[in-house]
């Protein structure tokens, strides 16, 4: 099952904060995050699992609500660098959903001077 | 450190045709995933090998297949292809299992037109 990703698309000026949420209909064992920009390959942000173990970088910071089945990555004073479109893949877990990830449409976010 | 090496970059074939795609890992990386992108159905996995095992597969026909080699290198093989193959196909290669929740990178990917 796709996770729903939102906004589709979000505009922001340099400096300004966006929030990308990632919900699922079921019960997640882990999501991770990645940015591609136009033309080149996905680059990874974030590993949050159940439980609350996170892997990533320093200046990306997320959530993972397990209850709710969501996840959100937080973009804070935002960057030109920032824009691109970013995905997020979830895991299910057990048996053979281990290491499967399905990823949702992605969130075009453009940054403007 | 060289990145993850895809090749061809870009390739156009007919219909009924059958295509090969290669990754090259980063070395040292035992773990390689393939996935299709394209516009309408997004980033879909295909199959995941690790020491030269399938470890995971999508929901893909069996007309994808795919192998990973001693060195890590890993081919990818459509064969019969049909107009909706055409696709930008993504491997990520990763030193652990990707069951083991471990970072993946991406190669630039390549694009298969099926005409």
């Known amino acids: 099952q796709q996770p729903v990703q939102s906004p589709q698309a979000v505009i922001l000026r340099e400096g300004e904060d966006a929030v990308i949420n990632c919900s699922s209909s079921?019960?997640?064992?882990?999501v991770h995050w990645y940015r591609q920009k136009h033309g080149e390959a996905p680059v990874f942000l974030m590993i949050?699992?159940?439980?609350?173990e996170q892997k990533g970088h320093d200046k990306i910071s997320a959530s993972f609500n397990e209850k709710k089945q969501q996840s959100s990555l937080y973009l804070t004073a935002s960057q030109l660098s920032y824009s691109g479109t970013y995905f997020c893949?979830?895991?299910?877990?057990?048996?053979?959903?281990?290491?499967?990830?399905?990823f949702g449409q992605g969130t075009i976010l453009t940054v403007h001077p | 450190k060289a990145g993850v090496t895809q090749t061809p970059r870009y390739l156009i074939k007919t219909r009924g045709q059958q295509v090969t795609l290669s990754c090259s890992p980063i070395?040292?990386?035992?773990?390689v995933s393939w996935y299709q992108q394209t516009p309408g159905q997004g980033l879909q996995f295909l199959f995941e090998?690790?020491?030269?095992?399938?470890?995971n597969k999508g929901n893909f026909p069996g007309r994808f297949s795919g192998r990973q080699f001693s060195n890590s290198r890993s081919e990818m093989n459509v064969s019969t292809l049909e107009l909706g193959d055409s696709a930008l196909y993504l491997c990520?290669?990763?030193?652990?299992?990707?069951?083991?929740?471990?970072?993946?990178?991406f190669g630039q990917g390549t694009r298969l037109t099926v005409v």
């Open positions: 990520a290669s990763s030193l652990l299992p990707r069951d083991m929740n471990t970072e993946a990178f």
């Open positions: 079921k019960a997640l064992y882990s």
């Open positions: 949050l699992l159940k439980g609350g």
């Open positions: 893949g979830t895991e299910m877990g057990g048996g053979t959903s281990y290491g499967k990830l399905t």
């Open positions: 070395s040292g990386h035992r773990s």
């Open positions: 090998y690790f020491s030269e095992t399938q470890r």
